[in-house]
């Protein structure tokens, strides 16, 4: 059968979220606005402990500030504004706290050498340089802060502890925080990869879109010719009467005006036209052709179908009488019919025979447009479907259905041979 294929499996809907680098984002900010308040909170004791020894001064501004910043860092991460900034802002407050740490110390020699409370949030401040700053700027945090917090360690007023004991805390921050950036920086490599996929993908969509669209436009517009533009060319050809000549300018004119108003129509305006519509108009078209056509009809759906579908339909369905009554042949004793029917789901069948000489598909040359283009890709592209049966000397029938059948129709002329348009070929 023209223009069936296979079963097109329905997607189920629903709607898709695919991973973006916007997401990670917005979820790595919550997932560090969670550490910022648990480390922070856990912290606490310690810091109460120890902030005694430190100068008042200092004690109530730095450190309240930096405690202020968490705050901001998960009011920012809840709104999903100025993410950035407030990780920016809470990384370099702790940058500040720990160079003016030591200057801070009122009794040096009163610290037992315990771990002091920066060292919880290190790993937490590597987290939020991860969040503001880009990724060579956080590498080089990851390595510089940790180091600057083992040097003031091996001082009086970091503790004076020893070399070893300094390194080891060291190198724990390091590795802690740089499995934090190296989480941070896939997860966010993965999501960039992710968008150039789908930014790809949709511009071989949007080509194929464009493709299609030109692909429709030159099908309409191929049919025109064959319908109007060369008919007219032939008519004036022969037209040797004054009478012939007003005729064939009058079909020139129609013909121009067919062109003018395919290029001010868009395939996808959205309107849609009643079944009933189209059963009518094409059997008022069928009543206007100079040789009868037994006309039946069935009931059609009340449901409707997209304009251009409709269009296509009827053009399509015009052209095959025309053909009908160029080429079936002057014989008296020729029956033309037309069959419209509804069809499931919600669709429309168009059948247009006759009893004429027929054709071979074998025989028809290929520069024939009228089956390929007036009616063949007219309707496939539309969404249709097109079934033509014929054999020499006894008849052709064309039937035209939209939309387009899942599984092959029975044939109207099942014994008949079947040409290259029976599987969605051109002549």
Known sequence: MATSGPPVRTVPAGKRSPISRL????????????????????????????????????GAIVVPALYAS????LISALAQRWVVVSNLVSSVLFLVVLATWPLAVTDPGSSDGSIYWTSFLLTLATATATVGFSL??????????????????LTPAGGGVRPLDATLETVYAILIGGAVVLIIALLRQ??????VAQSAALDRYSLAVHAHATEIERVQVDAIVHDSVLTTFLSAARAYTPEAKRIAST????????????ALVNPDDGGTVKLSSVLRRVSEAAASMSAPFEVRTREVSSQSMPLQSAE?????????????????????????WLTIRGV??????????????????????????????????????????VEIDSAVNEGTVISIRWPKAETTARSVLSDRPRGPFANGGAA
Do not use: C, K
């Not at 052209?319 to 029956?335: E, I, W, Y």
């Open 312 to 336: 296509a339909v009827y053009s399509a369905a015009v052209q095959a009488m025309v053909n009908s009554l160029q080429h079936a042949g002057q014989d008296p004793r020729v029956t033309r």
């Open 23 to 58: 997401q990670i984002d917005g979820l790595i900010s919550r997932l560090v606005a969670a550490f910022a308040l648990v480390f922070g909170l856990q912290t606490l004791p310690v810091l109460f402990s120890q902030i005694g020894d430190s100068n008042p001064v200092w």
């Open 136 to 153: 060579p700027v956080a590498t080089i945090y990851l390595v510089t802060v940790p180091t600057i917090y083992g040097l003031i360690r």
């Open 251 to 262: 079909m020139a004119a129609n013909a121009i005006g067919h062109l003018r108003d395919a």
């Open 344 to 385: 499931d789901p919600d669709g429309i069948e168009v059948e247009v025979g006759d009893t004429g000489v027929g054709f071979s598909f074998v025989d028809l040359p290929s520069e024939r447009m009228g089956l390929r283009v007036s009616i063949v890709e007219r309707v496939t592209n539309a969404g249709g479907s």
């Open 70 to 73: 968490y705050v901001v860092i």
């Open 190 to 195: 993965a999501a960039a990869a992710v968008d």
